[in-house]
């Protein structure tokens, strides 16, 4: 069962443009979403994160919002740089415990100059 | 600041045998998560420690273990190796046990003949 759901395995824009990756979760517990960008050969690396009592968090060129009604949240990038060229993964995490992330799939985000 | 580091970065293992894979947290970090990463998928939580004592655990058969040593750093064993264990396995750390960010290493590749 799927908790944590990346739609689009892939997904092109022109550099400039905004790039929007979407992230839907069906665990209502879940109350701390984070985006990692991923690089071949390295590992995930932080990029912004949100808690649920918020619908907005940015940070310089990233926002994530939260739409809790909808389990849905969502990674703006603007604008786009071939440098954002990567995997892009939504994770969640519970309200105890040990706060372990379930990840999505990924997106696969290729920005063409 | 020195970040999370493992090794090795590529490991080829034959199905049946054992492996050890290593982890250094960041500096200051005293919890450490252990991912599996299958192709095409998010990473898979495995278990996390704290101060030397598993905290939680995922959905993964006792032939997954760990240790987390004084220094903080970990190693993740895993006995009777299958073929589905080939994956990328990565470490992750962070300074508490609450909702602090975790800060991943560049994993270990391995595969299994």
């Known amino acids: 069962d799927q908790q944590v759901k990346q739609n689009s395995p892939s997904l092109s824009v022109q550099e400039g443009r905004i790039s929007i990756l979407n992230c839907d979760y069906t665990n209502s517990m879940f109350d701390y979403f984070l985006w990692y960008k991923k690089y071949p050969a390295e590992g995930p690396t932080f990029l912004i994160s949100?808690?649920?009592?918020?619908d907005k968090n940015e940070d310089g060129r990233f926002t994530v919002f939260l739409n809790k009604s909808a389990k849905h949240l969502s990674l703006h990038i603007v604008p786009s740089q071939p440098g954002d060229s990567a995997v892009y993964f939504c994770?969640?995490?519970?309200?105890?415990?040990?706060?372990?992330?379930?990840f999505g799939t990924g997106t696969r985000l290729k920005v063409l100059a | 600041e020195t970040g999370v580091t493992q090794s090795p970065t590529h490991l080829i293992k034959t199905r049946g045998q054992q492996v050890t894979l290593r982890c250094s947290s960041q500096s200051g970090h005293n919890t450490v998560s252990w991912y599996q990463q299958a192709l095409g998928q998010g990473p898979q939580f495995i278990f996390q420690?704290?101060?030397?004592?598993?905290?939680g655990r995922g959905n993964f058969p006792p032939r997954f273990s760990g240790l987390q040593f004084p220094n903080y750093s970990s190693e993740l064993n895993v006995n009777a190796l299958e073929l589905d264990d080939s994956a990328l396995y990565l470490c992750?750390?962070?300074?508490?046990?609450?909702?602090?960010?975790?800060?991943f290493g560049p994993g270990t590749r391995l595969l299994v003949l």
């Open positions: 949100i808690s649920s009592i918020k």
């Open positions: 992750a750390s962070k300074s508490g046990t609450g909702k602090e960010t975790q800060y």
């Open positions: 420690y704290y101060r030397e004592e598993e905290n």
């Open positions: 994770a969640a995490s519970g309200t105890s415990g040990t706060y372990k992330y379930i």
